[in-house]
């Protein structure tokens, strides 16, 4: 009978506990719900919207706010609910030329707070660069302005919600967010703890008339020198045979450099791929173009790929694209049937010589950026302007300066930032980037560690580390090992003072891990110690199977 009632008293006391648990769970979600409310009526931000919203998938419930910043810089902030919360804050980095609001729900999910903004204009009115005509403010907002505004006002909402300001803070983008995270460390160098800056398009101007120069240089002569060719004759050259023969010519002569056959250059510049040399056998007899060979013009269209941009008088202005990224040509720079003829840098850069080069803009687009045979009609009120008219003679002599010192993020004494701020910068870049063109990152590295620590990489290596990771397209994919979490490494060294030797990443195919390794802090890279005669094992390409050397 005892035991009964002991039984009885233990369930009722369980009981009591549940039902004290989820009233207390109730009351603190009521509690954020009205907290996060509230924040409409903050008196010195312009708020428009402060709701929770309901969780989903792996996303908790969190605080949804939205704001604006005078003139025209929409942003928003994810605030997880208090009990929820890690005490850091996470600016979330932006890509191409924005224009929206981006969500983090995993770094939320995670415990961050986390802000973004459309950087001052909205792509579904004014899409990529046409924001910029005749519109200094809005460039300026696009260039740096936007993120250091966003910043305070998502510092203020985050106090104002959690009632303490966040113990830490972070910046996480890649390619356009890299080159706001630089931006951030040069211009407010005291906004941010520590900093992810992907793939930087950090030389703005150059990268982008540099993809203009590609274009022309494809386009040119009724597309003479496209890598694609017409099968069928039907005037869309559909057949990208050429580029997978470049790609296969490269491989072989460097592929194995590493020590591994696996279909990556690790090293890009220890390859000494020479197109006149390495492509002598396979260029058309008679220079009479046809699928499985090259023309003259085809071949120079290759080598000014990898040569990069120069004007007139061969004065170089960007490193060209690695070898090994030529998987990813057909997307970005490729005019053929399987992108409608458009590569995908002709509408990221395009129309950014039209908007956002020159101190004055020279004319809007005309209505097909895909047809250098239109003729630009100089009559209209606003006249029009095409990247085929561009000279590239502009950048040299000077014409872009006034618009590089808004949107360039080159300075390498970073002194401010990473001493005397104490912050930490953690760059990356893919091997395999024909995007953005992964040599000038290395370049603006070592030009850092000359500057802002008189070459001493040693004393560099505590406060700013680059990873390149080999056969890593634009942010991501591309056949090497492409996927880690970028956060966590930076957080745990600003925090626990863990330097980031390497990181350790994946590559999959069909969601399955078919490939991992280390990719190490520069200058270091990663060597194959695992089973010997095994290296060509795709079995043994695991993390513990590799070093950093």
Known sequence: ??????????????????????????????????????????????????????????????????????????????????????????????????????????????????????????????????????????????????????????????????????????????????????????????????????????????????????????????????????????????????????????????????????????????????????????????????????TRAQLQTIKDLYRGSYDSKGVPILKGKPLGSEFSWPFSVIPHKGNSMAPARMFTSGDHVNYLFYETDPGITPPDLSDPSHHPDKTRVIPEWAWWEFNIDDVTAGAGDFMRAITNAAETDMSRFLLDNDGKLLLYHGWGDADAHPEPTLDYYNEVVRDTFSGDLEQAKNYTRLFMAPGMAHCGGGPGPNDWDKLAPLVDWVENGNLPDYVVATHKTDEVVDNERRVCAYPQQATYVGPAGGQNNRANWVEINFTCR
Not at 260 to 277: E, Q, R, T
Request: hydrophobic share 35%; aromatic share 10%; net charge negative.
């Open 1 to 294: 009978m005892n035991r009964n009632i002991n039984s009885l008293t233990a369930l009722c006391v369980l009981c009591a506990s549940v039902a004290y648990g989820a009233a207390q769970g109730a009351e603190n979600l009521a509690r954020g719900q009205s907290a996060c409310e509230a924040l409409m009526w903050t008196r010195n931000l312009t708020i428009t919207l402060a709701q929770v919203v309901e969780a989903a998938d792996s996303t908790p419930r969190y605080c949804y706010v939205k704001g604006v910043i005078s003139p025209a810089i929409s942003y928003h902030v994810q605030l997880p609910l208090p009990e929820n919360w890690n005490g850091r804050f996470v600016k979330w980095g932006d890509g191409g030329k924005d224009g929206d609001l981006d969500f983090a729900d995993h770094r939320v999910a995670q415990g961050y707070a986390v802000a973004n903004s459309n950087t001052g204009h909205d792509s579904g009115t004014e899409p990529r660069a046409s924001f910029g005509f005749n519109n200094r403010q809005a460039e300026i907002d696009f260039g740096y302005r936007a993120i250091h505004l966003t910043v305070n006002a998502a510092r203020t909402l985050i106090e104002a919600y959690y009632q303490r300001p966040p113990s830490y803070s972070y910046f996480e983008g890649c390619s356009t967010g890299g080159r706001q995270g630089l931006m951030e460390a040069q211009r407010y160098p005291y906004d941010f703890d520590g900093i992810i800056a992907g793939a930087p398009v950090n030389y703005y101007q150059e990268l982008n008339t540099t993809h203009v120069f590609n274009l022309q240089g494809v386009f040119r002569n009724g597309l003479a020198g496209n890598l694609a060719y017409d099968i069928n004759g039907d005037g869309t050259p559909e057949s990208l045979t050429k580029i997978n023969m470049l790609r296969n010519k490269v491989l072989a002569k460097c592929d194995a450099n590493d020590g591994i056959v696996d279909g990556v250059i690790d090293d890009p510049l220890s390859c000494n791929f020479d197109p006149d040399l390495d492509l002598a056998t396979v260029m058309c007899s008679g220079d009479v173009n046809a699928d499985e060979c090259l």
